[in-house]
């Protein structure tokens, strides 16, 4: 999810929660594209395998997306929501996958297991990239920044991996 922060109210809650010279550089900048990561992508997986039946996927690939989703994104589904619950979930969850993949890792190449904060991060930095790009495509300064904490009033389930303000280059 992309969140675009350009009112003075925002900016200056956003400014708030930012750490160090950030805090300055979302006040100055024209906006702040803030990026937040779902990490119980699990709940999506219905729309997502329905959504890829209606472009023609072969139901061999469609039929396995649901397991690759949650063995690698470490989704819990509606208990992900409860902080508590959710931090022992991936805890568990990481162990297990961690201690399976090991095993495996002996008979085939595998990924490395990691948590759903960790791999919803990954997955949201993608677009995030992309849109830092683009921004310089058409001739706009970016400053990628991290360390925002929830400003926003996201649910429990979203994290802010990467923050940008832009402005157009004085070049």
């Known amino acids: 999810v992309a969140i675009v922060v350009d009112s003075k109210d925002k ?6 929660a930012m750490l160090g010279p950030n805090a300055q550089r979302v006040l100055d900048a024209p906006a702040t594209i803030v990026f ?21 996927a072969p139901e061999s690939y469609v039929s396995k997306v649901p397991l690759y989703v949650r063995l690698f994104s470490g989704g819990f589904g ?3 929501g409860i902080p508590v619950i959710r931090m022992l979930l991936n805890l568990i969850g990481f162990l297990v996958r961690k201690v399976a993949f090991k095993i495996v890792s002996y008979f085939m190449p595998v990924p490395t297991p990691s948590t ?7 997955q949201s930095i993608f677009p995030a990239t992309i849109f830092m790009l683009a921004c310089t495509a058409f001739g706009l300064a970016t400053c990628p920044m991290e360390g925002l904490r929830n400003a926003l009033e996201l649910p429990n389930n979203y994290s802010i ?8 280059n004085p070049d």
């Open 36 to 56: 937040a990561a779902d990490n119980n992508c699990d709940r999506l997986l219905p729309k997502v395998t329905q959504a890829l039946r209606d472009e023609g």
């Open 161 to 168: 991996p990467v923050a940008f303000a832009y402005a157009f």
């Open 11 to 16: 900016k200056e809650a956003v400014s708030a």
């Open 78 to 80: 509606y208990f992900a």
């Open 116 to 122: 759903a904060e960790t791999w919803s991060f990954k």
